[in-house]
């Protein structure tokens, strides 16, 4: 076993030394991500005891990460990415202590508190996917995305039973003649989300990426290609919305506790972990549509067991499917969508970011249709209605995704 682990990591250190140091931010800031996606929306609700506002704050959040996404390529002609990238992450942190702080919750300060998470989000994502484009190659991302999907399916064991029982712990707990109650736990977790931040910050300095050499990044015509790749875009991010919003919400109807949302999101996770990183150790680019479909069928298996059962049992086995669909899904997804743009960026001869914010564009269009989906269904029919049968209609959807990638897959080959 020893001598194994020795391989992988001799196999580790023989990649760029660009591609180590960002794996190792990643890997920090992936004890971050289970905070933001899961327990940022169960605050929200155990606070307001309304999945619309919830659905409402990602929506905020959204439209923030466009936001932030137009401002990153003015600021790429000034600023090194690297400094924009510790920027995200540090403020991804700083954002989160905002929203503990807000005294009430009403759409206003919500949507505020969302927008600002966003536009943190916005400078983490757009920076992280162009470091990741520029420190790997078509032949190394399998393994790139492999072993970060790794990093992030085991924090999303540790992490959310971690936090799950420390909230369930503390919450009553008596400090210095002060009860802590579960917001008051719930600010602790902040506060060491915010340490995590600052280390992720001072790892990806070790490394030396420049910025992309054309200035010039908004474009509205594009190869063909790419406008499917948009599409794809937008059928994904159709899907994250629920994937951010529905575990909360669903664990907080059928079963009631953080805690609990905790221990589900982690009993499927470690065998998720090792299938991903044997996939991306082994697997070559033209096994990307494969990973790619397995994982799209089983989040439609999921959302229908679901909307079924309706029941502690079926929140469970969706959960379980989610945890394998999101890094299965990832695995496939950005390494098809890098490969598009390293072929359309040589064809076209533009900068690499007009890409990479078209694509956070495509996306945003596909979150906000899953989310307005999902309120027009909560506020016009009701909120049981949305939670069992919306995910099912966003899976289907997501089917469309397939024929999609495989199209994409062979014109860039």
Partial sequence: MLSKITKEFTFFKQQPHNMQILLLTNMFYAFVLPVVEIFVGAYIMRNTNN????????????????????????????????????????????????????????????????????????FFWANRYLLALNSTNDANRNYFFGLESFFFSVCSIIVPIGVGGFLVWAAGLHWNDIEIDMNGAYRIVTLFVFVITVIACITLFHGSFHNPEQKKYLYVKFEPVWNKMLLLASLKGLVQGFLVTAPAILVMYLLGAEGELGVIQGLGGLLTAIIVYVLGRVSRPQHRIIIFSIGIIIFFIGTLVNGILFSAVGVIVFILCKVFFQPLHDLAYYPIMMHCIDIVSQKEKRNEYTYIMSHEIGLFFGRATGLGLFIVLAWFVSEIFALKYALIIVALLQMLSIPLAKYIIKVTR
């Fill in 51 to 122: 999945p619309s506002y919830v659905a409402l704050y990602q929506l905020a959040m959204y439209v923030g990460i466009v936001v932030a996404s137009v401002i990153n390529g003015e600021l790429l002609k000034r600023f090194q990415v690297k400094h924009l990238y510790a920027f995200g992450i540090l403020v991804s942190g700083l954002s989160m202590v905002v929203m503990m702080g807000l005294k009430t919750m009403g759409f206003g300060e919500l949507f505020v508190a969302g927008l600002f998470m966003g536009i943190a989000s916005g």
